[in-house]
């Protein structure tokens, strides 16, 4: 992503893993499923083909990380 871009996001979905797997959804009209790490200081990340925004559940058991 370029520094200083910004990205709107579409919508927030809660998990409870920091790795997700994303592919846009909707069948064909999706995207390549990318994996996708959840950032340690802000629990979230957002996919940079649907800007779909993923959410660390509050309390979620991350390991030992």
Known sequence: MLEGA???VTESIEVES???ACDGG????GHPRVWLHIE????????PYCS???VLKEGAHVGGH
């Open 26 to 29: 909707e069948g064909a009209m």
């Open 52 to 54: 779909r925004r993923y």
């Open 6 to 8: 910004t990205i709107a």
């Open 40 to 47: 340690h200081q802000t629990h979230d990340v957002v996919c």
């Open 18 to 20: 920091i790795d997700v």
